[in-house]
Every structure is written in C-alpha cells, then in structure tokens.
C-alpha cells in the first residue's frame, strides 16, 4: 500500500511539472529594477478620476492607463490599493514601446461612508526614476438599493 501512495505522489508532480513547464514563467521584475540598462520611460494618461455618483451597495470600476514612451518593455509592479475597500488588478506582462498598460481599480460602497469619497491607488513600475506614483479617485456615495453594480471608467 505505501509503494502505491508513492507512484501516486511521484506520477502527480511529474503531471504537474509537466504542466508548470507549459505556462509562462513570470518576469524577475527584482532584477529588471537593478539594471538600468532596461528602465525606459512612461506616461500616465489617468492620474485622478472621478466617479460622480454611486449608489450605497454598488461596485464602481475604474481604469487607470500607462503609455510606454519608451524604447524598452514596462513592468507594472508592487501595485496595491490605499484601503481595503479597494481592489485592484492590473497588466502583469511586459508592455511594449508605445502600447499601454491598465491598472483597473474596483471600490466597494458597501466598505465606505456615505458622502465624498478620496481613495489611492500606488504603483511602482522600472520607469527612470524608480518613483512610486500615487493615483487618485473620488467621488459621491449616496443611499441606495444594495442589489445594483455600478461600472464608472476612464
């Protein structure tokens, strides 16, 4: 019985490797941002949105874009939102000279206060400067129903 659990256990990592190795492997961005020969330049076209007006229980989205003026790959990274009451999601693979990147911000009215609302979002990319940029929302929560989902975007 113990030779068979081993086979078992020996024939999954060999089924899982097998398919690991399929799948691209993401970019070591720690070492693009050692090496300055592969920094390039950006621009943000979205830095403050504003939402208008959400309902109490809606999902507001957003979208925050990054043009790479550059001649090398960007790398959007270490990209995270000011709260918890904030998700985000965003281009992980590399973005060629003159394409742009997303950053794709969704806040929860449910996990804030009625009124205006100012939230950030940070992101860090192997621009020049290596700075971290703060990217703003706001807007206006007011009661409402808690069974609608609001879609605001750029």
Same mark, same amino acid.
């Given at each position: 019985?113990?030779?068979?659990?081993?086979?078992?256990?020996?024939?999954?990592?060999?089924?899982? $490797?097998?398919? =690991?190795?399929?799948?691209?492997?993401?970019?070591?961005?720690?070492?693009?941002?050692?090496? $300055?020969?592969?920094?390039? *330049?950006?621009?943000?076209?979205?830095? $403050?949105?504003?939402?208008?007006?959400?309902?109490?229980?809606?999902?507001? @989205?957003? !979208?925050?874009?990054?043009?790479? *003026?550059?001649?090398?790959?960007?790398?959007?990274?270490?990209?995270?939102?000011?709260?918890?009451?904030?998700? !985000?999601?965003? *281009?992980?693979?590399?973005?060629?000279?003159?394409?742009?990147?997303?950053?794709?911000?969704?806040?929860?009215?449910?996990?804030?206060?009625?009124?205006?609302?100012?939230? *950030?979002?940070?992101?860090? @990319?192997? =621009?020049?400067?290596?700075?971290?940029?703060?990217?703003?929302?706001?807007?206006?929560?007011?009661?409402?129903?808690?069974? $609608?989902?609001?879609?605001?975007?750029?």
């Amino acid at each position: 019985m113990p030779k068979f659990f081993i086979l078992l256990l020996l024939a999954g990592g060999i089924f899982f $490797s097998a398919c =690991n190795n399929a799948e691209e492997k993401p970019v070591d961005v720690t070492s693009i941002m050692k090496d $300055s020969t592969k920094f390039t *330049t950006m621009e943000w076209l979205d830095t $403050s949105l504003d939402f208008g007006t959400a309902k109490k229980g809606e999902k507001v @989205s957003l !979208v925050f874009r990054a043009k790479n *003026t550059g001649d090398k790959p960007l790398y959007l990274y270490d990209v995270r939102p000011g709260c918890g009451c904030t998700l !985000v999601d965003y *281009t992980k693979e590399a973005i060629a000279p003159g394409k742009e990147g997303k950053i794709m911000a969704e806040y929860d009215t449910n996990k804030g206060s009625l009124g205006a609302i100012h939230k *950030t979002v940070y992101a860090r @990319s192997n =621009n020049s400067n290596h700075a971290q940029t703060t990217l703003f929302f706001s807007g206006t929560v007011v009661m409402g129903d808690s069974t $609608s989902t609001a879609k605001h975007k750029s």
